[in-house]
């Protein structure tokens, strides 16, 4: 009776054999329809197996072994196909039941191994395959394999290596070993990645708006008419990363980022970022819980300006395969650092934020490329009463491999921004700002598009466009801008 519990060994059937399974089912159930028997139930499941129907399969063998005579091959059968269809519990019910009456012991250890694999018991897992090979030698390649796969799931390199290298050696000309090379090469490869990364970056930007000139005039002179507004910029970014490798359970990383914008005339938006990110996390059968948490302290002009201290809780599960959702918690410190005389308690920006998001993932072209979409509601609770708001979120992204070294790069970004309190600027004659008392209503659209293209190894040039509308009722925030960069990032 044909056994192979493993992917490997399920390879698509041919049209031509597509074929005569098709007219042997006629056959079959024709048969089965004139004189119904367990044997003749067997043999229906096994041809559903063949043609992909598991779930008529599975209807078929579970007759023949619950009417009489019961066909004890069945078993081997049904608990396949059952872990085919992730149905595990029922999976389990035949596996304790055959195991019990001692039937097919090899086997049967085989599919617990692959049970407890995919339920995450690597240890016990081992201990079957192990099993299946001690009792029947032809399940020691197959065994071998899904043993190298255990150590991968638990990050045990080395181990999984040399379960390789094992399977290999038994008998090198086979189908098993050729797919065993490729995943000893992919598992090399994992050997090589480093635990620190380095990224550096060099570019140049142009800026059409750097100050956030009002796309309208409001009437005040020094806004009108003001000189400067575009200029170019030296932008420079450092950054450093380290994620050790570590039991597949546990995840960390840690990163610092040192960024850079340098204006050439316009030196009072000059900007210096200095960023520090922790981040924990378990790992589960189908995704992961994080905990970033983080430090941004940012320079303007050489000044102080402000600091943000935040953590975001985060889940991702692969809910269907190749489908990743995310929900996210947040929650920022943020304070304005520059102490200005004489200022307007009603516009101090000191908060803390909060925020509550969803997103998904979706990889396509074997990982190569990415969709990614994100909502997100964001409170900001500010000192200030003029700056508390509230504000919806909808953030996209798309990379798209065009060419193997070449990716398209495409994200939008649109908040409806709602502040909660009338702005005690409005109604008071002040250019720019509502001549009623009024409460503010922001929304701001977001675009960019670019490329990037790898040069070598360890060379990347990325070329980026961004436009920003805020369309806004107080025309002193209500502007329009356009960036367009250049940069090489070198990767160590």
């Not at 597509?18 to 004139?34: D, G, V, Y």
Request: proline fraction near 4%.
């Amino acid at each position: 009776m044909p056994f192979c519990s493993h992917s490997l060994c399920r390879r698509p059937i041919s049209k031509r054999n597509r074929t005569n399974f098709e007219e042997a089912l006629e056959i079959f159930k024709e048969s089965f329809k004139k004189e119904p028997s367990t044997i003749k139930s067997f043999y229906l499941g096994l041809t559903y197996k063949q043609i992909g129907d598991y779930r008529k399969a599975k209807e078929y063998l579970e007759r023949a072994l619950i009417e009489k005579p019961r066909i004890n091959d069945a078993y081997v059968e049904i608990i396949e196909i059952l872990y085919y269809l992730e149905e595990l519990e029922e999976a389990k019910k035949w596996l304790n039941e055959a195991e019990r009456q001692e039937f097919f012991p090899a086997k049967i250890a085989y599919l617990k191994g692959l049970i407890n694999l995919k339920e995450g018991k690597m240890q016990e897992a081992r201990q079957n395959f192990e099993k299946a090979k001690s009792l029947d030698k032809s399940l020691t390649q197959p065994a071998e394999f899904q043993i190298a796969l255990t150590y991968l799931t638990e990050k045990k390199i080395k181990e999984a290596k040399q379960s390789l290298e094992a399977l290999i050696q038994i008998e090198p000309t086979t189908d098993i070993a050729d797919f065993a090379k490729d995943y000893l090469t992919a598992v090399e490869k994992i050997k090589e990645l480093k635990e620190w990364k380095i990224n550096f970056t060099l570019g140049y930007l142009y800026d059409d708006n750097v100050v956030s000139k009002p796309s309208s005039e409001i009437g005040i002179q020094a806004v009108d008419t003001i000189s400067g507004k575009r200029d170019s910029a030296v932008v420079t970014d450092f950054k450093i990363s380290y994620t050790p490798q570590l039991s597949s359970s546990l995840y960390f990383s840690a990163n610092y980022e040192l960024y850079y914008k340098n204006y050439f005339h316009t030196y009072e938006y000059d900007m210096l970022i200095n960023s520090l990110e922790l981040i924990p996390g378990i790992n589960f059968k189908n995704g992961t819980i994080t905990l970033p948490v983080g430090y941004n302290h940012i320079w303007l002009n050489e000044r102080e300006y402000m600091s943000v201290l935040y953590i975001k809780p985060s889940l991702y599960w692969q809910f269907i395969p190749g489908h990743v959702g995310q929900l996210f918690l947040g929650y920022s410190k943020r304070d304005l650092l520059q102490y200005i005389k004489g200022f307007d308690p009603n516009e101090d920006r000191d908060s803390n934020q909060y925020q509550l998001g969803v997103g998904y993932f979706y990889p396509f072209k074997e990982g190569k490329g990415l969709f990614y979409a994100r909502y997100e509601y964001i409170y900001d609770d500010t000192e200030g009463r003029n700056w508390e708001s509230d504000s919806h979120r909808i953030f996209t992204s798309l990379v798209y491999p065009v060419f193997e070294k070449l990716n398209m790069n495409i994200s939008t970004d649109y908040t409806w921004q709602n502040y909660k309190n009338i702005n005690t600027l409005s109604g008071r004659g002040i250019n720019g700002f509502p001549s009623d008392p009024q409460k503010r209503k922001d929304k701001i659209w977001n675009i960019s598009a670019g490329l990037n293209y790898e040069l070598t190894k360890f060379l990347n040039l990325n070329l980026k466009y961004t436009h920003t509308t805020n369309n806004s009722n107080f025309t002193i925030y209500d502007y329009k801008r356009n960036i367009y960069s250049f940069e090489l990032s070198f990767q160590f």
